[in-house]
């Protein structure tokens, strides 16, 4: 339903662009958002977007990260700015609350 893809190994202070797939009307009808897992810790939502185009992030993406959507193709982006070794996490696209399956998502790792 929702497939990210687009991580890999970056070293701090270096960008990446994670783009995710949607079916139609998953992306029609749903605020969507990023979230991701740090190892050993719990899921956190860190950017969404509404149908609409308004954004939000969490603080501690804030000025780094940008959330887009290109609704001709049913696309989801997130665009990691600065990388910091905390930003390593696997990160999921889905709506703002979870609400589908989560699949795998991608694997983003900053480190030098």
């Known amino acids: 339903l929702l497939v990210a893809s687009g991580g890999g190994l970056v070293q701090p202070g270096g960008s990446l662009r994670l783009p995710c797939a949607a079916s139609g009307m998953i992306f029609s009808l749903n605020t969507l958002g990023w979230h991701r897992q740090p190892p050993g810790k719990q899921r956190e939502l860190v950017a969404a977007?509404?149908?609409?185009?308004?954004?939000n992030y969490a603080d501690s993406v804030k000025g780094r990260f940008t959330i887009s959507r290109d609704n001709a193709k049913n696309m989801v982006f997130l665009e990691m700015n600065s990388l910091k070794p905390e930003d390593t996490a696997v990160y999921y696209c889905?709506?703002?609350?979870?609400?589908?399956?989560w699949g795998q998502g991608t694997q983003v790792t900053v480190s030098s």
């Open positions: 977007i509404t149908s609409g185009g308004s954004t």
């Open positions: 889905n709506s703002r609350r979870g609400a589908f399956p």
